[in-house]
């Protein structure tokens, strides 16, 4: 019945949740070294997700194009927070 109304809530509560633990997590380890194990992280269930889907590490619908445009993206990304976090 409020179906939209308990996942925004929900949602909401998981944001609170997730920022608190990379507030606490920050003051411990630091913004670049967590964000570099989060990237990480995230690449390696990415490759796992992308090997239950397809049964390949890499995408098939990925072009050349794609690929270079992602990794720039990730350079950049990497590189901005370096420079910000020092």
Request: aromatic share 14%; hydrophobic share 55%.
């Amino acid at each position: 019945m409020y179906v939209g109304e308990f996942s925004a809530l929900l949602a909401s509560i998981i944001w609170a949740i997730g920022a608190t633990f990379f507030a606490i997590a920050v003051k411990d380890i630091g913004h670049y070294k967590l964000n570099f194990i989060r990237l990480n992280l995230a690449f390696l269930l990415i490759l796992i997700t992308e090997i239950f889907a397809n049964g390949t590490i890499f995408p098939h619908s990925a072009t050349t194009k794609n690929i270079i445009w992602l990794s720039i993206s990730g350079v950049l990304g990497l590189s901005i927070v370096r420079y910000l976090c020092h």
